[in-house]
C-alpha cells in the first residue's frame, strides 16, 4: 500500500502510468508484467496505464495487443504515432492525455525496461502526499550502484559531469538530470509551456528548468540501474550541446538579456523587483535625494520601490496607473493615472517639489517628447530636478545578439514587450536637450546581475562590479541602463516675465510696458 495521508471525504486519486515505446517489441511485454499488482487493487487511487509507441518498425504494437488480451484486467490504453516525434515529442502527447483526462499523477517509464516499474509505489508517494511537484528516481544517488547495474564509464562520468555542470548553471542541486524515470503532478505540469520543449532527449532537462523556474518541489529517490540490450539513440555530442544550450539560455534569460517562451513561468503583471541593496538605478536615484526633500514619483510600481525614500525621510507624491493601499499609506499625496495621459493640472494639489523620480518609465510611453514637454510646463516643477532612468539598447551584449540576427521582445529587460520607445546615450541626451531640460549629469548602470545569481552569491557581485568599471570605461557598450538628472529650462514665457520685471525694476517708467 502507498499509505496516503487524506481527509475524510477526499475522492481518489488517478494515476497514469505513462510508457513511452519505439522499437520495443522484446520488452514491452515484460516491462508491463513488472507493474506493482498493488497499485491496481489499491482502493485510494485509480491507476490507469498508457503506452504511445513512436512509430516503431518492429511487432511493438503486435506485443501490445497480446499483453492487453492476456491480461483484460489491466486498463491499458494504446496509441500510435503515424510517423516517429522523437522521444519530446512523445512526452508531451503523454502529459496532454493526463491533463485532458483528469489524472492526478502522471508516471514515466520507458518501454526499453531500463527503469524499474517495480520502484512505482515508493516512487508515488511523495507525490500523492503533496510533498513535491515531481519525483525523478535516480541512479546517481547511492554511490557505486550505476556502475554495478550495467551504466557503461563513459556514460556514468559524463552524466555526473554534465549534471555538475547543469546545476551550476541553473542553480538547482540534483544528483541526476538525466534519469528517464519521472512522475510529475498534473497539476504542475497545467503550469508550464511543455508544448514548446525539444522534440528530443533534451526535452527532460527543459522540463526541469521550467520546475526549477516555476518553484515547484523536485523530490529525487534512488533508483537501480539496469543496462540490458537496448538500443541507445542518443547521439552523446549534440545532446551535450543541447541541454548545456538551454541551460545557458534560460540562466541568461533571467539577465533579460535573451527571451524565449518555453522558459517564461513569470505571470505578467509581476511588478519589478527592488534593487536598493547593490549598485543600480535604485541605489544611484536613493543616494542622489537629501533626506528633507519632497518627491514626485511617477510610475512607481509597488510599495517596495518607494519605502526606502520614505525611511530616508523624504516626502511623497505619487501618480501611477494603480495605486496600492500599501503605496497610499506611505505618501503624502496620491493621484491614479495612465502617464500615457499624463496631464500636469491632474498633479496632486502640493507645494514645489525638490525632485521628480521617473524610474524606468520613459521607454513605456507612446510619446516621451509629449510627456517631457507637459511636465516641464508644470508650475510645481519649476526649479525640480528630475531623475530618469531607462535601459540602453547599445549594451553590448544587445549588439552581438543583433549582429547575429536575435532580436526577440521578452517579460523583462532591454526588450521588454510593453517597451514602445528604446534610447542611447545620445538619443536621451536629444530628447532631454528638445524637450527643454538643461542635462545636470548622465552615467551608465551596469546590468543586475545580483538578481539573476541571487543577491548574496559572489559571483553576481564579482560580476556587477566587473560591469561597473567597463560602463565607466565605455559607458554606450557597457552599460545596462542610462541614468540622467536635469533641471527643467525656463520655458520663453518665463523668460519674458523675467524680463519683464527686471524691466521694470530697473526703468520705472516703462511700466505700462507690461501690456
Not at 66 to 71: E, I, L
Not at 116 to 136: D, G, Y
Not at 213 to 219: D, E, F, K, L, V
Request: hydrophobic share 40%; aromatic share 10%; glycine share 6%.
Amino acid at each position: 500500500m502507498i499509505f496516503l495521508r487524506r481527509g475524510i471525504g477526499e475522492v481518489q486519486q488517478k494515476i497514469l502510468i505513462f510508457i513511452v515505446s519505439y522499437n520495443a517489441e522484446t520488452t514491452i511485454s515484460h516491462v508491463l508484467s513488472r507493474i506493482p499488482t498493488e497499485l491496481f487493487d489499491d482502493q485510494d487511487i485509480q491507476v490507469d496505464v498508457l503506452i504511445i509507441d513512436d512509430g516503431s518498425t518492429d511487432n511493438t504494437i503486435t506485443e501490445c495487443h497480446f499483453y492487453s488480451q492476456d491480461h483484460p484486467d489491466v486498463p491499458l490504453t494504446i496509441l500510435v504515432n503515424p510517423q516517429n516525434l522523437g522521444y519530446g515529442a512523445n512526452q508531451k502527447l503523454g502529459y496532454q492525455y493526463a491533463i485532458s483526462r483528469d489524472f492526478d499523477v502522471v508516471c514515466l517509464i520507458h518501454g526499453d525496461g531500463q527503469y524499474a516499474p517495480e520502484e512505482l509505489p515508493q516512487l508515488l508517494r511523495p507525490l500523492l502526499n503533496e510533498e513535491c511537484e515531481a519525483v525523478f528516481g535516480s541512479r546517481m544517488m547511492e554511490s557505486g550502484t550505476a556502475i554495478k547495474g550495467g551504466m557503461p564509464l563513459y556514460k556514468y562520468y559524463g552524466n555526473k559531469t554534465l549534471t555538475w555542470l547543469q546545476n551550476k548553471i541553473v542553480g538547482t542541486v540534483l544528483s541526476e538530470y538525466h534519469s528517464g524515470y519521472r512522475l510529475y503532478s498534473v497539476s504542475a505540469l497545467k503550469r508550464l509551456p511543455f508544448e514548446y520543449n525539444s522534440n528530443v532527449f533534451d526535452f527532460d532537462t527543459d522540463i526541469i528548468i521550467q520546475l526549477h523556474n516555476a518553484g515547484c518541489r523536485i523530490r529525487e529517490i534512488p533508483i537501480p540501474t539496469f543496462y540490458g540490450d537496448e538500443v541507445c539513440n542518443v547521439n552523446g555530442i549534440p545532446y551535450a550541446f543541447n541541454i548545456l544550450s538551454a541551460c545557458i539560455a534560460s540562466r541568461i534569460q533571467s539577465l533579460s538579456l535573451f527571451y524565449n517562451r518555453k522558459f517564461d513561468l513569470q505571470v505578467d503583471n509581476e511588478q519589478y523587483q527592488s534593487k536598493f541593496d547593490f549598485y543600480s538605478s535604485h541605489s544611484v536615484a536613493l543616494n542622489a535625494v537629501k533626506a528633507d526633500e519632497r518627491l514626485l514619483v511617477l510610475g512607481c510600481g509597488s510599495a517596495a520601490l518607494v519605502a526606502p525614500f520614505v525611511k530616508k525621510g523624504c516626502r511623497l507624491s505619487v501618480i501611477d496607473q494603480y495605486i496600492s493601499l500599501e503605496l497610499e499609506a506611505l505618501s503624502e499625496h496620491c493621484a491614479e493615472m495612465n502617464l500615457n495621459e499624463f496631464n500636469s493640472r491632474n498633479l496632486p494639489d502640493a507645494p514645489p517639489y525638490d525632485t521628480v523620480l521617473a524610474l524606468d518609465i520613459i521607454e513605456h510611453l507612446a510619446s516621451p517628447e509629449s510627456f517631457l514637454e507637459d511636465l516641464r510646463q508644470t508650475l510645481c516643477l519649476r526649479g525640480s530636478r528630475l531623475i530618469i532612468t531607462t535601459p540602453n539598447v547599445t549594451y553590448l551584449p544587445l549588439r552581438i545578439m543583433f549582429l547575429f540576427g536575435f532580436f526577440n521582445y521578452g517579460k523583462r529587460g532591454i526588450l521588454d514587450r510593453t517597451h514602445t520607445r528604446l534610447f542611447t546615450f545620445g538619443s536621451m541626451r536629444r530628447l532631454l536637450q528638445q524637450a527643454g531640460f538643461d542635462l545636470i549629469s548622465m552615467q551608465g548602470i551596469p546590468a543586475p546581475f545580483p538578481l539573476a545569481f541571487g543577491r548574496t552569491s559572489w559571483i553576481g557581485k564579482a560580476l556587477l562590479n566587473i560591469n561597473k568599471i567597463m560602463a565607466l570605461i565605455w559607458p554606450g557598450a557597457f552599460s545596462y541602463q542610462i541614468y540622467c538628472e536635469a533641471t527643467p529650462s525656463p520655458t520663453v514665457e518665463e523668460l519674458l516675465e523675467r524680463t519683464i520685471k527686471h524691466s521694470l525694476e530697473t526703468v520705472p517708467s516703462q511700466e505700462n510696458a507690461r501690456c
